[in-house]
C-alpha cells in the first residue's frame, strides 16, 4: 500500500467530516482564544467547515485555508461564498508559497495524522506565523476510544484500523506525539491539553451523532481492511453492526478525547 489518505474524500466521507465538524468546531475555536481582526491559517482545511464558523465569529479577521485535494477545496469555496474574508488555497502545505510570517495564528485539525513527515508540517506552520504568533493543533489517539458496554470485536478492529493508518503512512498514535513533533520543530513554549468527548445514553441526540461518526470512519475503510484480510468480514461487520444498535437505540457511555497543544512563536524570531 502507497501512502493514502485513509478517509478518502467521497460524498459519504464528505458528510462524516461535516457531521465531525459540528460536534466538535464550537470547542476548537474557543480553544483558539480571541481571534478578533487577526491572520489566521487553516493547515488542511477540509471542506472549510471550520473556517465558515470562524470566519462568522470574527467577521473582522482574515482566513486562509490550504487544502491539497481539489475535491475538498472546492466544496470548501462552496461552504465560504459569502465571507469575503475568506481564501481557499488548493496546495500541499509543504509546498506552500506564503510568506514567512503572514498569521497570527496558524492551526490544523486532524491533519497530522495522516502526513509522513508531521515535524515538517509543523516547521511550515512556525514559518509562515508572525513572531509572537501562536500554532495551535489537535489530533487524536485512537488508543482512546472506548465503549461501556463494551463492544465485542471492537479492539481487534480498531488495532487493525490503525494498523491501516500507519500503512497508508499516517500515524493513529499522533496524539501523544504532539509535544516531540513541536519540540522538533523548533518551538520551545508548549501547552498541552485535552478535550472530552463524553457521551451518554442520558442524551441521546449528542451519543448519536458521535456514534454516527465512529460508525462512518469504519465503514469508509471496509472494503480495504477486507481486502487486505486484516480482519475477518463477520468481525468487522459484527462491530459496525452494534455501532449501529447503539445508535438506534444508545446504550451506556462513549469515552474519547482529543490531544491539543498551542505552541508560542517566540517574539525575537
Ligand atoms: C480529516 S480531514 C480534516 C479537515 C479539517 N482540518 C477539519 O478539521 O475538518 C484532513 C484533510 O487534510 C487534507 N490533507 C492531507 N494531507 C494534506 C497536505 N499535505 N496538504 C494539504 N492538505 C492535506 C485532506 O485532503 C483532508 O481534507
Known amino acids: 500500500m502507497t501512502e493514502k489518505y485513509i478517509h478518502g474524500t467521497s460524498k459519504d466521507e464528505q458528510a462524516r467530516l461535516r457531521l465531525l465538524n459540528k460536534i466538535t468546531n464550537r470547542s476548537f475555536i474557543a480553544y483558539l482564544g480571541d481571534c478578533h481582526d487577526l491572520s489566521i491559517c487553516d493547515f488542511g482545511c477540509g471542506l472549510g467547515t471550520l473556517i465558515g464558523d470562524l470566519a462568522e465569529a470574527y467577521p473582522g479577521s482574515k482566513i486562509v485555508g490550504l487544502e491539497i485535494s481539489e475535491a475538498q477545496a472546492s466544496v470548501a469555496r462552496q461552504n465560504n461564498p459569502g465571507h469575503g474574508n475568506v481564501a481557499i488555497i488548493r496546495t500541499d502545505v509543504l509546498c506552500n508559497d506564503l510568506p514567512a510570517g503572514s498569521f497570527d495564528i496558524t492551526y490544523c485539525r486532524y491533519l497530522l495524522e495522516h502526513v509522513a513527515d508531521p515535524v515538517a508540517v509543523v516547521k511550515e506552520m512556525v514559518r509562515t506565523t508572525k513572531p509572537g504568533g501562536k500554532i495551535v493543533s489537535q489530533e487524536n489517539d485512537l488508543h482512546n476510544v472506548i465503549y461501556h458496554p463494551e463492544i465485542k470485536g471492537h479492539d481487534e478492529v480498531m488495532q487493525q484500523f490503525c494498523n491501516l493508518q500507519i500503512k497508508l503512512g499516517g500515524s493513529p498514535f499522533i496524539g501523544r506525539e504532539l509535544f516531540d513533533i513541536y519540540k522538533s520543530a523548533?518551538?520551545?513554549?508548549?501547552?498541552?491539553?485535552?478535550?472530552p468527548e463524553i457521551y451518554?445514553?442520558?442524551?441521546?441526540?449528542?451519543?448519536?451523532?458521535?456514534m454516527q461518526n465512529s460508525l462512518h470512519i469504519l465503514l469508509g475503510v471496509r472494503e480495504m481492511m477486507l481486502q487486505h484480510n486484516m480482519v475477518?468480514?463477520?468481525?468487522?461487520?459484527?462491530?459496525?453492526?452494534?455501532?449501529?444498535?447503539?445508535?438506534a437505540s444508545p446504550k451506556g457511555v462513549s469515552l474519547f478525547h482529543w490531544n491539543r497543544v498551542t505552541g508560542y512563536k517566540r517574539a525575537s524570531c
Open 200 to 210: 451518554t445514553e442520558n442524551d441521546p441526540e449528542k451519543y448519536r451523532a458521535w
Open 186 to 195: 523548533g518551538v520551545t513554549e508548549i501547552e498541552l491539553s485535552y478535550a
Open 232 to 247: 475477518p468480514e463477520k468481525i468487522f461487520d459484527g462491530v459496525c453492526h452494534a455501532i449501529g444498535e447503539r445508535i
